[in-house]
């Protein structure tokens, strides 16, 4: 450990702290030796002068007497007697009843104690082997005054004790929200519905990702686009009323700047039956274990999936490993095939091609569903066109293939896919068209004709004064 010898920091083992010690306990007794050495002294020669002022009490008393004051009678004392100056100024300050009665006895009694401590001190001064026997003395009377047994029990075999910190955490059922620019914040269910399901306040240009009610002891997952995921106990998060902003997740998990919340997941529990299912920009997808992604610290991001340069995820799901997995690609390929093509790997494995892309190409968006979901898609293109179009409009293939075409292709100004979305007939989201000029145009699916693969759809917004559409956003009504 580092200590401070000698007035500077020094790096010391066990065996230069205690010479450490030693040479401390030394100097603290030589010190205290020759303190008491010459206080010792200073008395002796008090007594030898009183012991000598009683021998010729009568004539020091009438010296003392005849004098015109203290300093008179000092003076007179030390030229008649020979006393010394302390000892004439002790003589002096004697109350004379105390002088007269003051046994010789008593006096030659402490002369001889003081001698035999002085010489006892000498000793110890002048031998470091007395000095040493000195400290071992009070380090043992030390001992024998505070030392007790060991507490700590030394044994051959040890048993764990591991605590459950769910079990100190109060359970409460409240509302989570996270929104994309990453705010987050937990609100009590009285909060929630007061607010008669109003949406919280949000910072300008950003929007709701998505909200749960959940309990306290439950845990968030937040998913970033660079492959990375925070772990958040739900307890942990800010309480604040529902209609409040909340605070960003950098204030609870550190987060870059460059990196960007896509997905959010309650967990109830970290179990084998489930996983988390990912697709990346590039096309890869990648199956892990839920139980993987429970961690014990998590002050920082950590790993969910391993990208390549220049790739990023772009959707998360929680499944059963029996879901059907559908992606969609910009230039507007569709692929359709079973989850469990997808094998389960490692948490730190970047998993297998899910897509086959053309070149500049890249996955917008991906969706699971089951055979028994009357599935629609909603499919968005940059230059404003919507169109709704059925999974059974597709053919059912594997992996690693290209897929079918999601419109119909134009030589001129060809659209391009920036949202490939899944519907249902009760779906309960509302979807805003989010152009490059910051303009939002409401759509309901429910009034948008189904169409064919080949179909392009019907334009919502002119691209030509709002500027392409850059992005979908869903909130749940």
Request: glycine share 4%; net charge neutral.
């Amino acid at each position: 450990m580092v200590a401070i010898a000698n007035k500077a920091p020094k790096l010391m083992g066990l065996q230069e702290l205690i010479q450490a010690y030693i040479d401390h306990q030394k100097n603290v007794f030589r010190r205290r030796s020759q303190y008491d050495l010459e206080k010792a002294k200073e008395r002796h020669h008090i007594v030898q002068g009183l012991m000598k002022a009683i021998s010729i009490l009568d004539d020091v008393i009438a010296t003392i007497r005849s004098s015109n004051d203290k300093k008179d009678a000092k003076n007179n004392l030390i030229s008649q007697f020979e006393f010394t100056e302390a000892q004439a100024e002790a003589i002096v300050t004697l109350q004379l009843y105390r002088l007269t009665n003051t046994d010789i006895t008593t006096l030659e009694e402490e002369a001889a104690e003081l001698e035999r401590r002085i010489h006892e001190l000498e000793a110890i001064l002048a031998s470091e082997k007395k000095l040493i026997q000195v400290i071992k003395k009070s380090l043992s009377n030390i001992k024998k005054d505070f030392a007790d047994p060991r507490r700590t029990a030394i044994k051959e075999e040890i048993e764990e004790i591991k605590i459950n910190m769910d079990v100190l955490i109060a359970s409460e059922d409240v509302m989570v929200s996270v929104t994309q620019d990453g705010y987050v914040k937990r609100a009590s269910i009285r909060s929630y519905s007061a607010s008669n399901g109003e949406l919280p306040t949000l910072k300008e240009g950003d929007h709701l990702l998505d909200y749960f009610e959940l309990n306290t002891t439950d845990t968030l997952l937040l998913f970033t686009k660079l492959g990375n995921y925070l772990y958040i106990p739900v307890h942990e998060l800010p309480d604040v009323r529902w209609k409040e902003m909340g605070q960003h997740v950098a204030n609870i998990v550190s987060l870059d700047r460059e990196d960007k919340i896509i997905a959010a997941k309650p967990i109830k529990e970290f179990t084998d039956e489930f996983s988390f299912l990912f697709i990346t920009r590039n096309g890869m997808a990648k199956r892990s274990l839920l139980s993987l992604y429970q961690a014990q610290r998590y002050s920082k991001p950590l790993m969910a999936i391993k990208l390549k340069d220049g790739d990023e995820v772009v959707a998360v799901f929680k499944t059963n490993g029996e879901q059907e997995l559908f992606i969609a690609t910009h230039q507007g390929y569709g692929l359709w095939f079973s989850e469990s093509e997808v094998n389960v790997v490692g948490q730190r494995a970047a998993g297998v091609k899910g897509i086959s892309l053309k070149e500049n190409d890249y996955v917008v968006n991906a969706d699971v569903f089951t055979l028994e979901e009357n599935v629609e898609f909603l499919i968005v293109t940059h230059r404003g066109a919507v169109k709704k179009v059925a999974i059974s409009e597709f053919d059912k293939s594997s992996r690693a293939k290209r897929g079918l075409t999601l419109l119909r292709e134009l030589k001129s100004n060809p659209h391009r896919v920036v949202s490939c979305t899944k519907i249902r007939q009760d779906d309960t989201l509302a979807y805003y068209l989010l152009t490059e000029k910051g303009t939002k145009e409401e759509i309901n699916p429910n009034l948008i004709r189904k169409s064919d693969r080949y179909s392009n759809g019907s334009f919502m917004v002119d691209s030509n004064v709002t500027g392409d559409v850059i992005d979908v956003i869903k909130y749940r009504k």
